[in-house]
């Protein structure tokens, strides 16, 4: 017997195209739900710190692959009894599970055939920049002059759309047109040069319905105030989102403005939980991030309701996503116990109901 190994040099990247081809259909094949291609020129300009350059200063290709969020996956925050399915398999698995495993296989296949690539999930929490694309103080420092301060960070949004998979949406969301928001996504950079795909043109996704604003419970969206940048040659804009109002409303908190006995986050003594939170307290995260109580109900919810309904969305299904009122919680009141629910210091079968 000898030692089994994979083969090496085996496919024929001798023209870009016969390259993309390939390298696309490996990305679908390893679990991708769509996958397009930018060539680098199209991150002329980038800021510094998000510059793919960095990086990889002889980069030629990014490989852009969007992940599905499952719609089932968001069903059980939207009938209000299953919240963590859409944090773990929705979110953080996706993110910090699914993802990698594809990135890696594919950036394994291409290096198989002799080209350097990076498998980037999203790992960009050791990142040199804010949220609003400041260096961070005291964090760290270039290692040559000229250089960005670790770690560079590729916005993966912007790298879709210049891979030709989609829209932002005003929402800053990225809207695919198979599945609308309902997208997360995963690329890798590579000195491979692969033919490049154009820019989406398809069908317009986003046509400013402002369903994500009316829904989103933390009133994090800007009708004013958008910004706008420049991308491969076009201009595209997007609500001025309020980082800090989401982070907190999609972990289902709500200000207070007073102490509170028992604070819904910790560390926050004034926060209570939102009429989009069932919990007394935020539940812990899963697989890292995983801690979307809000359900995205605005920037995904509401979104793929308006898109479903226009039609637009190749991922379509026999029954339209909501089926029932929204609900909220109403947490001037006690909780009405359903029958059926039993608590261990109760007679079996009593319902704890006022
Ligand atoms: S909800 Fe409407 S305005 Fe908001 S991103 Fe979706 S399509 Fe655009
Ligand atoms: S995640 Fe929730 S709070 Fe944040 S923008 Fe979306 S709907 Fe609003």
Known sequence: MAIYTRTFNQEDFSTPRKAADTVKRKALEFGADAVGIGN??????????????QIMPECKSIIGMVFRVERGSLRGI??????????????????YLYMPLTVINLSKFIEDNGAEAIPMGHQSDWRGIDNEGFARENYSRPVREGQATPDVMIQLRIAAYLCGLG??????????????????????LSDLELEPDPIYNGPKLCNRCMACVRACPGHA?????????????????WSDLNMGKCGFAFVGAKHSGVEQKTSYLEGNPESVPGEWSPFYRKPHNLYNTGQAVCGARGCTRACMISLEARGVLQNTFRQKFRRRPEWRVDWSTGPKY????????????????D
């Open 338 to 353: 359903s029958k059926g629910t039993v608590f261990r210091n109760k007679k079996a079968g009593a319902v704890d109901a």
């Open 40 to 53: 680098i020129e199209r991150w002329a300009g980038a800021p510094l710190q998000m510059d793919p350059k």
């Open 167 to 188: 829209e932002i949406g005003f929402s800053k969301m990225f809207l695919s047109p198979q599945f609308g928001p309902r997208c997360r996504v995963g690329i890798i």
């Open 78 to 95: 939207e009938e209000g009894t299953y919240f963590s399915n859409y944090s773990a398999m929705g979110y953080g698995g996706i993110t």
């Open 221 to 237: 969206f800007s009708t004013e105030k958008t910004v706008k940048v420049n991308l491969g040659g076009r201009e595209v804009e």
